[in-house]
């Protein structure tokens, strides 16, 4: 009669399976991944940053059709497919809203969009400027009805290629600031817990002066000290959270380095480098996957918050942040959805990490 066995890491994914939230989560975050990769190729907007600006048209609410004229560029220098998916268009076309246009005299006669009626005076383009000379063509290609899904902002850029864009923000930060404090915390909490005496009491030390300052404030501080910019906001709040990881690392190694199998490791004559990397750390992988999720919606968190106070990224990059500090005043004019949509994207995100986090620590748990 067979027996049938399941390892520890196949129980912990039928248990993962089982938890609704967690597997609804790890969907969505797998989708915001996908759309943070490949956002231009979602995004409507796909010029670099979605930074076009339709100034007569800003703060329009979601659902909004205009007619939108497009002025060939001049100077449009040829970039690759590749280039274009990642990065964006980086030379664009000028596009002008309009009300109405009429064809005269072999020239383009175009009415600026404007709120109010009968205030804007008629603009006229002639047929040279369009490489045709056929104005059927022209217009087929040139005049098109555009709708902004979710509106527009202050600048009349396209709310839903921004929110698209800036998802990248994001959802990268999480990813460069958990592996950073990954590093720092297992290597030093690892160091800590298995040497133990003037080492450990070192480190500790470290972590308590680390740990009494607050997060927002030392972030700030080593952004100013690396300077504003996309790649320093990543490295600033990594340099913040490797703390907690390499208290939890130590606390476990501190309990599994008196297992036999590590005094067995010992006895065969095993490098201490051996022992802790290939027999300690591999045993105490489940909280530090846990405390991993949470620093991931931390680390979004904490990008967030810097974006909002102007020290984030900075425009024209798109950051969920800096949408809410550049809309929040707009909560009180009527048009509350121009902070509230990005808000929503944070909450979501954040609370997605959460979850599958306590559906991680909920599988992993052996006594369960």
Not at 29 to 49: E, H
Not at 173 to 202: C, E, M, Q, R
Not at 216 to 224: F, R, S, Y
Request: charged share 15%; glycine share 8%.
């Amino acid at each position: 009669m067979s027996k049938k066995t399941s390892s520890l890491s196949s129980l912990a994914l039928q248990k993962f399976k089982r938890n609704f939230w967690g597997v609804l989560s790890l969907g969505y975050i797998i989708i915001c991944g996908i759309i943070a990769v490949f956002a231009y190729a979602f995004a409507p907007d796909n010029s670099q940053n979605a930074n076009q600006m339709h100034l007569s048209i800003h703060s329009k609410s979601p659902g909004f059709t205009t007619q939108i004229l497009t002025l060939p560029s001049e100077n449009n220098s040829k970039q690759s497919y590749i280039d274009k998916l990642f990065l964006g268009t980086k030379t664009r076309s000028t596009e002008l809203p309009i009300s109405s246009y009429r064809i005269h005299e072999n020239q383009l006669y175009i009415t600026p969009y404007s709120e109010v009626e009968g205030t804007q005076l008629e603009k006229k383009f002639s047929i040279a400027i369009f490489n045709n000379t056929d104005w059927d063509q022209i217009t087929d290609q040139y005049i098109s009805k555009k709708k902004f899904y979710l509106g527009t902002d202050k600048y009349g850029r396209d709310l839903l290629s921004r929110i698209l864009i800036g998802a990248r923000i994001s959802f990268f930060i999480g990813f460069i600031a958990v592996f950073i404090s990954l590093v720092i915390g297992i290597f030093t909490g690892a160091l800590a817990g298995y040497y133990g005496g003037k080492i450990d009491a070192f480190i500790m030390w470290i972590i308590n002066i680390s740990w009494s300052i607050p997060t927002l404030l030392l972030v700030i501080a080593i952004t100013l000290a690396l300077g504003k910019g996309f790649w320093q906001v990543f490295i600033a709040v990594g340099l913040t959270m490797w703390v907690e990881v390499a208290r939890v690392v130590r606390g476990q190694v501190l309990g599994v380095k008196k297992m036999q199998y590590v005094t067995a490791a010992r006895a065969l004559g095993f490098t201490d480098f051996r022992i802790i990397f290939k027999h300690i750390l591999p045993n105490i992988l489940a909280p530090v996957i846990v405390i991993s999720a949470a620093n991931f919606a931390g680390a979004i968190l904490i990008e967030s918050g810097l974006s909002f106070l102007g020290i984030g990224a900075q425009p024209p990059t798109p950051s969920w942040g800096a949408m809410i500090k550049d809309h929040y005043s707009y909560i009180i004019l009527g048009k509350p959805y121009l902070a509230i949509i990005p808000g929503i994207a944070i909450m979501s995100l954040v609370m997605a990490f959460m979850l599958i986090g306590n559906a991680l620590r909920d599988a992993l748990d052996v006594k369960n």
